[in-house]
């Protein structure tokens, strides 16, 4: 088992930054992905970026050059910087853990809440 606890979300004016932060502790397989999702209000799950335990990355095209993903493997945290936030970012932002190499290595926290004002 993997546990994921998300902090650093909150209320931030249009055009200012927040950065998230997503700790794992468990079962770590040094072999993964980490990455953060945000839902919307009436909307599904969907990614926003993404990093490997090798330091690749991918971002839906909305986070690209707004927000960057980044990682420290030695404490096994996953970080997000947003800036230049709108609205529209508005969600409940959640880490994910997985692993192609571990059948059903897949984990998620409980989600942050980020709430853009225009």
Do not use: H
Request: aromatic share 12%; with cysteine.
């Amino acid at each position: 088992q993997v546990q994921l606890v998300e902090s650093g979300g909150g209320l931030v004016q249009a055009g200012g930054s927040l950065t998230l932060s997503c700790a794992a502790s468990g079962s770590i397989f040094s072999r993964n992905a980490m990455g953060w999702y945000c839902q919307a209000p009436g909307k599904q799950r969907e990614l926003v970026a993404v990093i490997t335990s090798g330091g690749s990355t991918n971002y839906a095209d909305s986070a690209k050059g707004r927000f960057t993903i980044s990682r420290d493997n030695a404490k096994n945290t996953v970080y997000l910087q947003m800036n230049s936030l709108k609205p529209e970012d508005t969600a409940v932002y959640y880490c994910n853990v997985y692993s192609d190499y571990v059948e059903g290595y897949d984990y998620w926290g409980r989600g942050t809440q980020v709430t853009v004002s225009s």
